[in-house]
């Protein structure tokens, strides 16, 4: 299970690169099965989208750089219906909903949450959370 602070670094130059890409390479050797709420396409356009707002990459960049993501193949599952759990863990957690989609989809399938996002590590989930990069 992964989000998307580390799909990201598969394809932008980025601080952790090396770990992220470490983990495609198992991922596409088949040493490691990597899942996904649809939500990682969404919120890796909008990181897209916000790198270009900042002048950090064009619009062709940008599109290539999805088309690039959408195309490792990573298993995508539906968020609607883990949204009811992801709002409690939210709530419960005083974390964004979009970090408890995934969380709840981790839970979900009794796998950790791959995350180079060092606020959520500090969440106290470490059981369900563990860092890459």
Not at 5 to 10: D, F, L, N, Y
Not at 30 to 37: D, F, K, R, T
């Amino acid at each position: 299970m992964l989000d998307c602070s580390v799909a990201a670094k598969w394809i932008l130059p980025e601080p952790g690169r090396e770990s992220a890409l470490e983990l495609l390479a198992r991922y596409e050797a088949g040493e490691v099965s990597l899942i996904a709420p649809e939500l990682l396409l969404a919120e890796f356009a909008s990181l897209l989208a916000k790198r270009r707002r900042r002048k950090q990459l064009s619009a062709a960049q940008g599109l290539q750089a999805f088309q690039l993501l959408a195309r490792c193949s990573v298993r995508l599952f539906d968020v609607q219906s883990r949204l009811v759990h992801a709002l409690d863990l939210a709530l419960e957690r005083n974390l964004s909903l979009w970090d408890c989609v995934y969380l709840a989809l981790a839970i979900e399938h009794g796998c950790p949450l791959l995350t180079a996002d060092r606020r959520l590590l500090r969440s106290g989930l470490h059981s369900l959370v563990r860092l890459v990069g």
